[in-house]
């Protein structure tokens, strides 16, 4: 073989590894092109958001309460169960005290084992609820005779005593109520539906003149 044909076979080789680079720089060109102008735009459009297109982030929600107060009533049948925050006017507050035994036990995750004889001592009940995250969480509840609304009501209804119905006085609100007196006059038939239903007084001072409709 000649040095001749040797430097050609060299020259051969060579075109072809720049043709074969030509061809990837031709073909590679366009994609990386598409590729950088894309990531530009992307980066424009984000710098040219408006205030409204930010992603927004969820507010972080506010730590929950230590405690929530309940109102239950042994003569009617209303509830209501309330943050500290929004216990209205005329409701019981728990003594403070106990608010910041629980405060306490909420920060420090502990449980009520220990005090429960001390909370229902002061005429408060208290349950522990168990947290999702943090310490323990509990309800303070208030067990009253009547709620604000039907405090201080009273009517005329039926007490029955055996197969005797007697006329009564209640304070609360009909059907339901706290028992207050019980008269000596038995209800009459024709009556009887009246005062079923109840009749309304404006203060248990009034009980003897409405008794003379419902007894003479």
Known sequence: ??????????????????????VLVVGL???????????????????????EQRVERAP???????????????????????????????????PADLLEVAVAL???????????????SSGWYVAELKAVSGGPLFTFTHLDDLCPDCREKYYLGIFNDGSTGYIALFEGRPPGGKLIRVTHHEVRDDDREQLEAGVILDSPDDIESALEAYTS
């Open 1 to 22: 073989m000649s040095v001749q044909d040797d430097k050609n076979r060299k020259k051969i080789r060579w075109l072809r590894a720049g043709f074969v680079v030509l």
């Open 60 to 94: 972080e929600e506010p730590p929950a309460e230590p405690y929530m107060v309940q109102y239950l009533y042994r003569f009617c049948d209303h509830s209501s169960v309330h943050d500290p925050g929004r216990i209205p006017p005329d409701g019981e507050l728990p």
């Open 106 to 120: 909420h920060e420090s995750d502990n449980g009520i084992e220990n005090i429960v004889p001390y909370f229902e």
């Open 29 to 51: 060109a366009p994609l990386l092109l598409l590729i950088s102008y894309t990531r530009d735009i992307n980066l424009i459009e984000f710098l040219h958001r408006r205030p």
